[in-house]
Each structure stands twice: as structure tokens, then as C-alpha cells.
């Protein structure tokens, strides 16, 4: 909690600087710009200190540029601000080459005097795993998704070889390594910036007021209100064609809606599947589907006495009408779950003999386990509608009434937002409806934060459950470098999550982000929101 009341105070301060009376003019933003409304406010502009939310999945990539990015068909990375790099033998050495003449933003708080260079990138990387960095503890040293998969212990060592070229040295081999980095999560930082923020005694400004290369600027936020970004004068992909963004962060739900409906958006993001028939009825709004990179599901707390039995939890699974949730939440949008990897990665393994509804079975199951006269428990369900789960609330209703139905006893614990972080020790919730948004195609990203031992001693594993063999798994699938050796892995590793059920995959959820006609030029993709450099006006 340290943490997150230390970012709620760095914005605060944000605000008291830009103020909180102004409301959204769209018709104003409309002759430069455009509105976002997007589902959920931000808590910190750095997405190093989050492991999802609006700020990784739209805010950061306008913000801030990556040293590679996914190409969204391969999902295989590709140079963004490294320009080329190099791998030794060993798969233990990257060396990266990087693009001259990228500037830093200029903003009231900071103007840079050089473009971006090697000492950027080693500063970026080494406020997350080196604890002497002076910017290291500021927001409270929690870096959620880098600590899921390890990352400090992976990286040994970052050096700037010159000005242009920057080589990473790993502890072991990682196939995952370069997609990991080209996440939204890796940003690159202005060493610059952070010095003149030591200097003045302002580091939290850092994630308050952030600096990046990306083609906006911040530059005003109102909390619960608006972020407004500006346009990145000296952007190095060439200047775009839109001088401001605003994200409306005032409504969720049918409120947003309502707003695009009525021209106050020009774009709505994640529009939840009962929206979509009104949305396609409307000739003026341009509907785009994303693939699904994600999935929902339920982690169980495996230290509680009667989910500590894998019986149990096998009759919680076999318990679930998952074709009822599809029917009644997804509206026909989403995709059943046979796995916690969706049905575009590569290592997905479909097992309907596990993932199957059989209310006889779930019953015989207790009953072996001792549980015939029934359980009682409790299941935290945050209320805010996510991509891969439109309608948490309907969506526990339901799983509450199925295991009824097998003399189970949910009571379900109600919150606007359930953050992981503070969720993972509190001993009195024994099932948490929860989701995960991949941010690469790699399957590692799915599996390792969420259910690896690592991940368990960070707090992050919802489930309380470790597993040495499924641990070897994914270590050596990291490893070996033939795709079907890692195939073959992979799919061991999920023959193990079939057998002790640590968590309950229920659906994939479908992407969308419908704007108005009269713009164009927003790039797709299965991970998060693209950059707006290509966005235009027609009309």
C-alpha cells in the first residue's frame, strides 16, 4: 500500500500544478485533436511500476518508445529505438545499436540539451534491478511485471560499449528476453532528466512528470477527469499530424458510450460485447476487433484447508458452465478457456476432457474429498470491466449459482478496482475473478507471472501455489532453442496446471476500439494501444 499511496501523492501534485476545473471542450480538441475515452484511470505514468491498466495498455506507448516492438502478426521483435542488435553464441550477451538523433521531449519541467544516448537506455533498465540506483526505491521499489518474470535476477550486467551501443548480459539463456523488452513495460528514460531531478531533490517527479521520446508529451491531468498529451515537436519518426490527445477518464461503461454517441469521443476503447449491436448500428462509428491476447480466470487460494486438495479444486473447475458465461457475458464475442494461454499462442493446448462442465463428476469429487455436506467460501470480484472480462459482477453471479449447484457456498467481496498487489496476502479470500492481458506472444508471459515460484515469493501469485516441476519447465523451455523442444514443454507445463488446478481459465475476451469515421490511421494490435503518430482527420 506504501507504494501506492506514494504515486496517489506524486499525482496530486500534478494536479495541483494543472488544476482541476477545466471540463473536456471537444469541439475545441476536435480542430487539433482528439478524445479517447478510455475504461479506468491511471495511477502512475511509469509502467515500469504496473503490471496492466490504462497506463501500460494506452497512455505509455504515446509517451514513451521502446528499444524494440512486436510486430503485431509474428508477434516476433522488430528495431524501434535500437536499430539492429546481436546475440553471442551463448544467448547470454546483447549488444545493441542504436538510432542517432532521437530527442527527448520538452516540457515546462525539463528541456534537454543532447539527443538519446547509451546512458539513457543503462539508466532505464537499471532503476529496476540495481538497488543502489538513486531512482530505484522511488515509488516504492515494486516493479510487478519485470519481479513476475525475474528480470533482476536474468540481467547481470548493462554497459554503455559508446554513445550508440549498449550490451545487456544475462545470467542464463532466455528466449523470451527480446520480446519482454519490447513490451510497453520498458521504457526508455532521459538520464539527463533524472539527474537534474537528483540534483533539485524532485525524484518522484520522474514518474509524475515523465520525459520520453515518444511522439506526445503530458501535459495536464485531472484526476478522474482528463489526461491531456501534447504533441511531440521533435518526434523522430517525423512530426505528427495531431497537436493534442486527450483521454477521458470522467466515464465508464455506458457512460463512455453515451459520450461517443454523442460526439464527445472520437474514439472508445475495449467497448464491453454488450455494446457492440448499438455500436455497429451507428454508420458514422468505425468498429476494429483486435486479436485476443488474453484470458479470465479464477486463481484459487491453495493454502486454504479444502482448496489446499486438488480434488476440490478439480470440482470447482468441473463445476463452471462456462458456455453460460459466454452466452450471457460475452455476448457470443469471447472464447471459451482451455488453458491460460489464448488460442493465437503457439503453445495452446486444448483439453476438453478437463475444461468441460459436469456437475455429477464436480459432486463425486467433493464427496471423495470429504466435502459432501458442502464448502463455504469467498471470492473477491473487482467491478471494472476489462478486455477479457466485460461484466465481472454477472460473471461471478453466475460461477455463485453453479456452485450452488454442487452445495457450495461463494460469497462474493465487491471492490471498483482489486489490485493484485494488495490482494496477495490477505488470507480471508479464497477465490479472486481476476484476467491477464498478455503483453507478448511468448508463453512464457503468461505463465511465469502468474503461477511461477518466483513470482509466489514476490506476492504476486494470487494462487499461493509452487510447483518445482512446472518451475524446471519453464525455466529449460527458456533454454532450448528448437521450437517444437519448447513446444513440448510448454505443454507439459500445462499438463501439470490440468492435474493440480491452481487456477480456473474461463474465457478469452475479444478486443475492440470503435472511433469516428472521420479519423483514421489507428494501428491494431494484440497487446496494447499503438502509437497515435499516423492518426489523421479526414472530415
Known amino acids: 500500500m506504501k507504494a501506492l499511496i506514494n504515486l496517489s501523492l506524486g499525482l496530486c501534485g500534478l494536479i495541483l500544478l494543472t488544476g482541476c476545473e477545466e471540463k473536456v471542450d471537444h469541439s475545441k480538441i476536435r480542430q487539433d485533436g482528439f478524445v479517447y475515452c478510455d475504461q479506468g484511470r491511471p495511477s502512475t505514468f511509469n509502467p515500469q511500476l504496473v503490471d496492466g491498466g490504462i497506463t501500460v495498455e494506452s497512455i505509455a506507448p504515446q509517451l514513451f518508445d521502446t528499444l524494440l516492438t512486436l510486430n503485431p502478426g509474428t508477434h516476433q521483435p522488430v528495431p524501434n529505438l535500437a536499430k539492429s542488435w546481436t546475440v553471442n553464441d551463448e544467448g547470454t550477451e546483447y549488444t545493441f545499436t542504436l538510432r542517432e538523433g532521437v530527442e527527448f521531449q520538452t516540457t515546462d519541467w525539463f528541456t534537454p540539451t543532447r539527443p538519446m544516448n547509451a546512458d539513457d537506455v543503462v539508466f532505464s533498465f537499471s532503476r ?161 476487433a483486435k486479436p485476443a491476447m488474453n484470458v479470465a480466470f479464477v486463481a484459487i487460494n491453495t493454502q486454504h484447508k479444502a482448496l489446499s486438495d486438488p480434488r476440490v479444486r478439480k470440482a470447482l473447475n468441473l463445476a463452471i458452465n462456462r458456455d453460460n458465461i459466454l452466452d450471457a457475458v460475452y455476448f457470443g464475442t469471447g472464447e471459451k478457456a482451455y488453458s491460460l494461454l489464448p ?42 470491466a476489462r478486455v477479457y472480462n466485460p461484466s465481472p459482477r454477472k460473471t461471478a453471479e453466475l460461477i455463485q449459482a453453479n456452485l450452488a449447484d454442487v452445495g457450495i457456498t461463494l460469497n462474493l467481496l465487491t471492490d471498483d478496482r482489486v489490485d493484485r498487489q494488495e490482494l496477495s496476502n490477505i488470507d480471508s479470500v479464497d477465490l479472486l475473478l481476476t484476467g491477464w492481458v498478455g503483453n507478448t506472444g511468448d508463453p512464457d508471459n503468461y505463465l511465469r507471472p502468474l503461477l511461477s515460484c518466483t513470482s509466489k ?75 497515435f503518430d499516423q492518426v489523421v482527420r479526414l472530415k
Open 343 to 384: 488460442p493465437s499462442s503457439w503453445a495452446h493446448q486444448k483439453d476438453p476432457t478437463q475444461i468441460r462442465y459436469d456437475r455429477n463428476y464436480a459432486m463425486a469429487l467433493l464427496k471423495e474429498a470429504g466435502y459432501e455436506k458442502g464448502i463455504e467460501l469467498t471470492m473477491a470480484v473487482p467491478l471494472e
Open 457 to 531: 515469493r514476490e506476492g504476486l501469485n494470487l494462487s499461493m501455489w509452487c510447483n518445482d516441476d512446472f518451475d524446471f519447465l519453464l525455466d529449460l523451455a527458456l533454454e532450448v532453442s528448437q521450437p517444437r523442444y519448447r513446444l513440448n514443454l510448454y505443454r507439459q507445463a500445462q499438463n501439470i496446471l490440468n492435474e493440480e488446478v491452481p487456477v480456473l481459465p474461463i474465457a478469452h475476451g475479444q478486443k475492440y476500439q470503435a472511433h469516428s469515421d472521420s479519423l483514421t490511421g489507428f494501428r491494431t494490435s494484440p497487446f496494447n494501444a499503438q502509437p
Open 128 to 288: 529496476i534491478i540495481d538497488p543502489n540506483n538513486p531512482f530505484h526505491e522511488v515509488g516504492g521499489s515494486v516493479y510487478p511485471w519485470f519481479a513476475g518474470i525475474d528480470f533482476a535476477n536474468l540481467v547481470e550486467k548493462i554497459e554503455a560499449v559508446d554513445d550508440h551501443t549498449v550490451r545487456f548480459t544475462l545470467s542464463r539463456p532466455d528466449n523470451s528476453f527480446l520480446s519482454n523488452i519490447s513490451t510497453a513495460h520498458a521504457p526508455i528514460y532521459s538520464a539527463e532528466y533524472a539527474e537534474q531531478l537528483v540534483f533539485s531533490d524532485h525524484k518522484l517527479d520522474i514518474d509524475t512528470l515523465p520525459v520520453g521520446t515518444g511522439p506526445f508529451y503530458l501535459d495536464e491531468y485531472q484526476v478522474a477527469d482528463l489526461v491531456r498529451l501534447k504533441r511531440h515537436e521533435n518526434y523522430w519518426r517525423g512530426q505528427v499530424d495531431m497537436e493534442q490527445v486527450v483521454f477521458d477518464i470522467s466515464h465508464r461503461g455506458a457512460g463512455a458510450l453515451a459520450k461517443l454517441l454523442r460526439n464527445e469521443c472520437d474514439v472508445l476503447n475495449s467497448p464491453i460485447s454488450s455494446q457492440i449491436p448499438v455500436i455497429l448500428d451507428e454508420e458514422s462509428i468505425v468498429l476494429q
